[in-house]
């Protein structure tokens, strides 16, 4: 169950930064509510991973899901750049979580 605590908890992540991105680009403060429970939420969840995983297995993990979901959210949703190397570094990242979920 800890891997599925810490699944929701880096989904909850990525949804944090997209709230943050909105922030950025809207000024409104209603995001900022939006973003502190997102991410009590997200500390939540990723706490409750801690109880069975080790703390730097899960924290790499939960932070690799965000990265890697921030970096797809801002390319389908905000336009950002997408590069081969971008792409690279990315799988990369999902390859490294993957490779300490198959370790725990």
């Not at 081969?84 to 300490?100: H, N, P």
């Amino acid at each position: 169950m800890s891997w599925v605590y810490l699944l929701i908890a880096g989904f909850i992540e990525v949804l944090g930064v997209i709230v943050m991105k909105q922030l950025v680009l809207s000024g409104r403060k209603i995001f900022i509510f939006i973003l502190m429970c997102l991410f009590m939420l997200s500390f939540g969840f990723l706490s409750l991973a801690m109880r069975e995983l080790s703390m730097g297995t899960a924290y790499a993990v939960w932070t690799g899901i965000g990265a890697a979901g921030g970096v797809i959210c801002g390319i389908l949703f905000f336009k950002e750049s997408k590069s081969v190397s971008k792409f690279i570094f990315l799988a990369l990242i999902i390859a490294c979580s993957v490779g300490l979920k198959i370790l725990s």
